[in-house]
């Protein structure tokens, strides 16, 4: 780990999908703490519960029992307007899709974080330029995303993420819709850039060949963590 | 995030173009039909709207329109005349007769008597001529649809054009010879027969014998009478009707909604209209939203809020709402430019703008509610769904 702070506080979560007879546990009483500094996997079999509980972490969803904290604001008890801003300013987003917005420019695409918290276009823009320089695409800033290969369109997302200097950067399956050179090179940029600074990083993933690049592994089945491994990999 | 907004609208160009082309074509159909209705009913009072010197119409007390003819007794003229407040007053004759053509067949044409002294109540426009001439033997004013079309010689070329008839042509009225002396402008009627203009005594003559032959008084108020006042005060006086020109032409109006097919036929149509342009454009519009649906979630995920979400749909139904009436009502009005001077009735008025506007309006806000709806209900987490 890279601190003592916390930056995600999970206990006994859970998380029930549907009423009565079509009830599904997805979260079935997580515990979880995630450091500053740390870079966190998720890993586990599809329906086990980690995309629901990135989710969780992430604010935008309510857990049904149990508390979440993230930089020690418990999320549950915020209102949807507090929980909307306490997202824009302190939870950076990588998606597996990218979900880029098709009809924005990518520098564009990077400078929305900045402009949902209320910072002027012609600012924004300037430092989406600047932060798209940092992962290697300064020189396509006026490119629309389907000019990009997708390991550039990961980085178009990893700035988007990075831009608003969050503290906890949440990512969903970021390499797998990537060969496995560019997914280790996208791996490389986000331990990099979200560590750096002592950001909190969460991965939820499949793949097994980023594996190494995590801090702490969590293991999951059933919305349970079956287990919790330190990586015994030096990046 | 309103450019944000717009570029979503405006970035995929295909789908943009099929929003505002879906709106274009709803205000045009919510415009079009309209337009050519108020031309036609229009058209039922455009005899009244031409004859504008005189401020009051007398007539026969069952006329239900302008078209109703029910003849009055010359003398009915002078007890007009002798109603207080009334400047002068000149009688006016109008009747469908028979014109015999070059060729040989006939056509039916109203003939309209003006009176021989003044000539109130002439064509408004002469082309050719003056209603001065009127005055010659045998004069008649032809209008000038009439002298294109329907009372043109044919042509002496087999399938050639026909020729219109010209000043100094002559016409067989009623068995009763007759000189073009002059062409006139006039507007179109319903009943789209040529207009004929003539001198009430020979008008008079052209008509079959009947007692009775004075179609209409057209009464000139004193400076400053209440027209009200003096309508009521000359059916008091002499028992036949009395109306300000705009009571006839309301008269004329509401005898064709009440009594033709015209309105139901037309509201059917424009009704039909309204439903298809509103789906057309509603379901885009809808679309387009869902389409988008994604992009929203990703938004919300990011912390955008309901509200700044609200926004931007809204933003995003006004811009497509104002380039597509705009477009629509265009559209409309070029149609009306090119088929102006044709047969076909059109009239833009004002108030059809402002209908469509309104409708246009309805469908928008209508279509950014629902996806406004959508947007609202949309649980953020779908952004890590694939």
């Not at chain 1, 002027?120 to 990009?148: C, K, M, N, W, Y």
Request: hydrophobic share 45%; net charge neutral; aromatic share 8%.
């Amino acid at each position: 780990m890279g601190a003592d702070v916390l930056a995600v506080r999970c206990r006994n979560v859970v998380k029930i999908y549907g009423t009565g007879g079509q009830k599904v546990t997805a979260l079935g009483g997580i515990d979880l703490d995630i450091a500053t500094g740390e870079l966190m996997m998720l890993v586990g079999p599809s329906g086990c519960g980690k995309t629901t509980l990135i989710s969780v972490i992430a604010g935008i969803l309510d857990q049904d029992e149990g508390s979440c904290e993230v930089f020690g604001k418990d999320l549950a008890a915020m209102s949807d307007q507090e929980k909307l801003k306490f997202r824009a300013s302190h939870i950076g987003f990588v998606f597996q899709a990218f979900n880029l917005l098709p009809s924005l420019t990518v520098a564009e695409n990077v400078s929305v974080p900045l402009l949902i918290n209320g910072v002027r276009r012609a600012e924004a823009e300037r430092r989406a330029e600047h932060i798209l320089e940092q992962v290697g695409l300064g020189d396509r800033t006026t490119f629309l995303p389907s000019q990009l290969s997708g390991g550039q369109q990961q980085r178009v997302a990893i700035a988007r993420a990075l831009i608003h200097d969050p503290g906890l950067i949440v990512c969903d399956e970021p390499t797998s819709a990537l060969d496995h050179e560019t997914g280790q090179t996208v791996m490389q940029l986000l331990k990099r850039t979200v560590l750096q600074k002592n950001r909190a990083l969460v991965i939820v993933t499949h793949d097994a060949r980023i594996f190494d690049f995590a801090d702490r592994t969590a293991e999951m089945d059933d919305g349970r963590i079956l287990r919790i491994e330190k990586s015994s990999v030096t990046n | 995030m309103y450019h944000i907004a717009l570029k979503m609208l405006t970035g995929d160009r295909g789908k943009y173009l099929g929003i505002i082309m879906g709106l274009t074509f709803a205000s045009l159909i919510m415009t079009q039909q309209p337009a050519i209705f108020i031309g036609l009913m229009t058209r039922t009072y455009s005899f009244i709207t031409d004859v504008s010197l005189p401020d009051i119409w007398v007539m026969d007390s069952k006329v239900q329109f302008v078209d109703d003819i029910k003849p009055l007794q010359d003398t009915e003229l002078y007890r007009v005349r002798g109603v207080s407040g009334v400047e002068w007053a000149t009688p006016m004759y109008k009747g469908l007769l028979r014109v015999r053509l070059a060729n040989g067949t006939f056509q039916s044409c109203f003939v309209v008597g003006l009176d021989d002294a003044t000539l109130i109540g002439g064509p408004p426009v002469m082309l050719e001529g003056s209603i001065e001439d009127l005055r010659r033997s045998d004069g008649v004013i032809v209008d000038i649809d009439g002298a294109r079309d329907k009372l043109a010689r044919p042509s002496r070329e087999p399938d050639g054009k026909s020729v219109p008839i010209k000043v100094g042509d002559s016409l067989e009225v009623n068995d009763h010879r007759a000189i073009v002396v002059g062409i006139a402008k006039v507007s179109r009627t319903f009943q789209a027969q040529p207009i004929i203009y003539t001198t009430y005594s020979r008008a008079k003559s052209y008509a079959p014998r009947e007692r009775k032959l004075l179609s209409f008084i057209l009464v000139k108020a004193k400076p400053g009478q209440d027209l009200s006042v003096l309508t009521r005060r000359i059916r008091e006086s002499t028992g036949l009707a009395a109306y300000t020109r705009k009571e006839f032409m309301d008269l004329t109006y509401d005898y064709f909604m009440k009594n033709t097919g015209i309105p139901i036929n037309f509201g059917i149509s424009v009704l039909l209209g309204f439903m298809v342009g509103a789906a057309i454009a509603g379901q885009t519009f809808y679309n387009f939203t869902l389409d988008n649906l994604r992009q929203f979630g990703v938004l919300k995920a990011m912390g955008t809020s309901n509200r700044v979400l609200l926004q931007m749909i809204l933003l995003q139904a006004v811009l497509v709402g104002a380039v597509g009436y705009g477009l629509g009502v265009g559209s409309t009005a070029l149609f009306g430019y090119f088929m102006s001077d044709t047969i076909l009735a059109f009239k833009f008025t004002w108030q059809l703008l402002v209908f469509s506007g309104v409708g246009i309006s309805l469908i928008c806000v209508f279509a950014a509610i629902i996806s406004i709806l959508k947007v609202i209900r949309l649980e953020p987490a779908v952004v890590f769904k694939n």
